[in-house]
Nanobody, 127 residues
Framework: QVQLVESGGGLVQAGDSLRLSCTAS????????MGWFRQAPGKGREFVAV????????DYADSVKGRFSISRDNAENRVYLQMNSLKPEDTAVYYC????????????????????WGQGTQVTVSS
């Protein structure tokens, strides 16, 4: 199983940018699609973005498409979420997660498809 630790969250103003990082331990990181989810206060956790293990395919929630970009560095065991043009509605705890399945050429969007989760990092966007 992959252990995940997120970093890079903080308090920013609307229109600013942030880059979140997720560092994985273990030798199997490169075999898994990696996703980002978020949970706003009083709401359920929702899908944000996902990238395949070989970084060939990505998928995004409609609410972040064109503003957020997911990438990964398998040599460094890291996945990133570049967030631009941030809005107050992007305020949430952001989680990275690893696909349950190895070597799968897929871009899952459901929480149940992910087997390892980080502890989350808070992103707050003020208006």
């Amino acid at each position: 199983q992959v252990q995940l630790v997120e970093s890079g969250g903080g308090l920013v103003q609307a229109g600013d940018s942030l880059r979140l990082s997720c560092t994985a331990s273990g030798r199997t990181f490169s075999r898994h699609a990696m996703g980002w989810f978020r949970q706003a206060p009083g709401k359920g956790r929702e899908f944000v973005a996902v990238i395949t293990w070989f970084a060939g395919n990505t998928d995004y929630a409609d609410s972040v498409k064109g503003r957020f970009s997911i990438s990964r560095d398998n040599a460094e065991n890291r996945v990133y979420l570049q967030m631009n043009s941030l809005k107050p509605e992007d305020t949430a705890v952001y989680y990275c997660a690893a696909d349950r399945v190895s070597w799968a050429a897929r871009t899952p969007r459901l929480e149940a498809d992910f087997g390892s989760w980080g502890q989350g990092t808070q992103v707050t966007v003020s208006s």
